[in-house]
């Protein structure tokens, strides 16, 4: 499986950004999605996070995002999106998509790994 994600980039304060992630390869491959994101001399951290198994429905969002981020993805191609509202300066960082075999909010758990865009929040 190779994500590609994109829609990075600088932002002013309360402003938005929709981040996309292309999937492909043997899609079939895992059952669970999300976005990560690794702010400069921090930990890589959950952002949210969807199971796509019908038979398993959760989703989750960081504490810091909830009301603000929504995530969504659409099967027919294959792509996540994490819509970002209202963002702040602390949301600057590398937001990375992940999948993974099975829900999970934890990034050591990931199976596959996008490269990365970044995000500026700055005035």
């Known amino acids: 499986v190779q994500l590609q994600a994109s829609g990075g980039g600088l932002v002013q304060p309360g402003g938005s950004l929709r981040l996309s992630c292309v999937a492909s390869g043997f899609t079939k491959d895992y059952n669970a999605i999300g976005w990560f994101r690794q702010a400069p001399q921090k930990e890589r951290e959950r952002v949210s996070c969807?199971?796509?198994?019908?038979?398993?429905?959760?989703?989750s969002y960081a504490d810091s995002v909830k009301g603000r981020f929504t995530i969504s993805r659409d099967n027919a191609k294959n792509t996540e999106y994490l819509q970002m509202n209202s963002l702040k300066p602390e949301d600057t960082a590398v937001y990375y998509c992940?999948?993974?075999?099975?829900?999970?909010?934890?990034?050591?758990?990931?199976?596959?790994w996008g490269q990365g865009t970044l995000v500026t929040v700055s005035s």
């Open positions: 969807i199971s796509i198994s019908s038979s398993d429905p959760r989703i």
């Open positions: 992940a999948a993974a075999l099975r829900y999970t909010t934890t990034a050591s758990t990931v199976n596959y």
